[in-house]
């Protein structure tokens, strides 16, 4: 029998105080806690790490090479411990290439299902293609061109495939076969057979016959036809030659007619599958023919990418409320030469350019973007220095005119300024489907394959399991689809039932991929495994929490510890064991505060966890819901992805917050059409918006800021202090000390970025990173300045007794009684504590801060700006990795943003932020295509009225 239990002795990673845990395997363990108070460092840099490392220690080190390696985590010995998986919520892939259906593997398994049961169709005609008879093939040779054409008939026996051929040529040279064609190339077989290089994939053609096309001649043809297929299974070749005898194709790039591609002239029979009339022709389908990741089935123009960057009309014109005189062109507001040009070609249509964009007839806008063909129109222009003369010109369009000086462009600034003008879209050949048209016309029970992937997970399940086939495909098709449906019913009991195949994997939030991954772990199957999950419960609302939990239970019953990090009451009221961390955050973490089952921690005192869940603390509803009479800001007609021509309403001064189930159309409302709409008309920015009617309202408005998930900075050198601009005035004080202008120091000498002040030897980092190889890379101290990052001189100039080491040094607490007595820096870091920061140091690499802290940094380098009490704020979710306590520090921060004048629009599932809303917008009332609609909309106490609503539903509780 093995350990029943998971011992750590004497843990000090991070803030980690040297403690000593227990925590009983197989089961459902929450680990919990302040924000910053140790609990990833537990979990994910003392579990994870050390499990991961041992796994890896067992291996070869050959094998290690190719692993990422983990260093030792600081700790004395843990006992217990299985292999670790961790799903955490870094680790989306941004590939344009990963979808839903291929991070579950659902994919694999339908191209093999498509492959072996799907009925190929004519792209053309859409007839059933059947097989055909050498006739039939010797008929259509026959008819390719002109009588008396030269034509050569050929076997492609090996189609993209590695390997050497030696025993092949040998054999073709026994069979008196003479010639043959590798990758392209035209070789004799004569003496020794050849060798290819079986590192790569080739393409060999076997030359049957040279045959002239003429009715004298069909019974050759025949023969040939019959003699190639037998070679290369059923499938011929044929490359016609030129009037002069030549093959047609000289340079195309090297490739058989096999799957690969056709070069021109060269037509691939099949006696397997083909249409008579259209004579599209194709092999045994393969489950490669339906990947668009390779070439055998992806579309040829978008290589299996469904989409590809064009100049969007929205972002050259990304405020129509502008006139052209006014500069609604974008890239062409500044100068002389285009605003001129612009002029004369809305006057030529007889419209003026003082006319705001939106109320031109849609003809002279059309006109503008996309030119007027050949038509000359006369230019009446001013050069610079004020003299005057006219010229005729062809106008090519701005879209044109844009696209044109982007692949003109001679330097990066300038490709960058116009690419921001470039928006994606689907590829005009395949429609976005990224398959070629014969591969898509290959159906199961009707549908295609890409299809299949446009449906919902729910609406694919049904599909699936309506599925009967007879006879032997039943045989072949039944484990297929079973393995299918099973994979689907993980994404459906994980709340990603609105998901369709197709979504891409960089589209989906934090906590949408840490379910899929989820889902595909269940699929696993595997037992014995330390699972450990980093808040899988974010943008889940509380309807799908249920459904969560019963998931992770699920995976603790196949025999696996289950070690999640979450805030979430449900969760900790479901699980089997409990972990609060704390008592408080950072410095003043780290210990552990309560362990035990749920109603043991909830009876402990001194830990915050116990106190809000037993209701000893809570959050309160606010006395009165504000309603300002300030105006309202109104979204008209947005149809973004799943949005039903929505109309938002929004209450200016108040603190509004959208909720409704996962997938319910919340990001696109606000994070695809309100905010860029905001950002185009008040920041003068062009980012590219969903579709809408109108907006009004924005006279009451100055700016809007949207505050989201991503992180702060991707290198150490990024801290806090950097971040909000304070690290300037610290330098600025440093450099106006009585030593500084003694030894003519500016701020730039306190900088450990540029040479000058910070140590050369480790280039200001502080550490060197030493190559070990066979083991992880490790980070030492700089033995030059001690880890200090600056030279001695620059160290010897200090501020009240502390050099700027020791600044950076120091926690944003201890900071601001340092730094009191001047104001400007005393304001930034009291924004850095409001939100709840102030534990974090203020040189703490930004690639170490959580999620949540990260936006709470965003958050406070907003507020520490002068207010003007007409901003318009945007949060996506910031209770993300927020303790209940940390969740009511936000709320006061948020409440007193709104009570200076200014909106905060957040979108939130946390119920403790959804009561204290002054208004609500519950969209829903499912996910994907059954939600996009707003079901509900007012006062908590309103909303929670509406029977429709899941989120009603859960509020009139806390009310």
Known sequence: MGQSEIVIKGAREHNLKDIDLTIPRDQLVV???????????????TMYA???????????????????????????????????????????????RSTVGTTTEIYDYLRLLFARVGVPHCPECGREIKKQTTDQVTDEVLSLAEEGRKAVILAPVVSGRKGEFTKLFADLQKEGFTRVRVDGEMMRLEGEPLTLDKKYKHFIDVVVDRVVLKASATSRIAEAVELATKLAEGRVLVQLMGPDGKPLAQDAPTSSGATGGL???????????????????????????????????????????????????SLVVPDPSLSIAEGAIAPFRSGNYYPQILAAVVAHLGASADTPWEDLP?????????????????????????????????????????SRR???????????????YFATVPCPTCKGRRLKPEILAVTVNGKSIHDVTELSAVDALEFFEGLRFAGQDGFIANPIVKEIVARLRFLVDVGLDYLTLERATATLSGGEAQRIRLATQIGAGLMGVLYILDEPSIGLHQRDNERLIATLEHLRDLGNTVVVVEHDEDTIRAADYVVDMGPGAGEHGGHVVAAGTPAQVMAQEGSLTADYLSGRRSIA???????????????????????KNVTLKVPLGTLTVVTGVSGSGKSSLITDTLAPALANRLNHAHKRTGPYRKITGLEHLDKVINIDQSPIGRTPRSNPATYIGLWDDIRALFASTQESKARGYSPGRFSFNVSGGRCEACKGDGQIKIEMHFLPDIYVPCEVCNGQRYNRETLQVTYRGKNISEVLDMTVEDALAFFENIPGIKRKLQTLFDVGLGYIRLGQPATTLSGGEAQRVKLASELQKRSTGKTFYILDEPTT??????????????????????????????LDVVKSADHIVDLGPEGGDRGGTIIAQGTPEQVAK???SHTGRFIKRML
């Open 621 to 643: 509803v606010p006395q009165q819901r504000r309603n300002p009479k300030k105006g309202t800001l109104t979204l008209t007609g947005a149809t973004e992805n799943n949005l």
């Open 31 to 45: 680990i919990t806690g302040l924000s910053g108070s140790g609990k990833s460092s537990l979990a994910f840099d």
């Open 406 to 420: 982007y692949s003109e462009a001679q330097s990066d600034a300038q490709r960058e300024k116009l690419g921001a």
């Open 881 to 910: 990795g927020l303790h209940f306590e940390d969740v009511r520090q936000l709320l006061e921060v948020l409440q007193r943003l709104v009570s200076s004048g200014n909106t905060v629009l957040v979108i939130e599932h946390n």
């Open 362 to 402: 849609r003809s002279v806008q059309k006109g503008v973007l996309e030119g007027l063909g050949d038509q000359k129109i006369r230019v009446d222009y001013t050069t610079v220095d004020g003299r005057e003369t006219y010229w005729f010109i062809q106008w090519e369009g701005a879209l044109a005119a844009v």
């Open 263 to 313: 070069r021109e002239g060269e037509y691939l029979f099949s006696l397997a599958l083909a249409c008579p009339v259209h004579g599209h022709s194709m092999d045994e389908l393969q489950p490669r023919d339906f990947s668009f990741n390779a070439p055998y089935g992806a579309c040829p123009d978008c290589l299996g990418i469904g989409s590809r960057d064009e100049v969007d009309a």
């Open 50 to 96: 050390e499990g991961q490392r041992r796994y890896v220690e067992s291996l070869s080190s050959y094998a290690r090479m190719f692993l990422g390696q983990m260093s030792k985590p600081d700790l004395d010995s843990i006992d217990g411990l299985s292999p670790a998986v961790s799903i955490d919520q870094k680790t989306t892939s941004k590939n344009p």
């Open 946 to 948: 509406v029977e429709a």
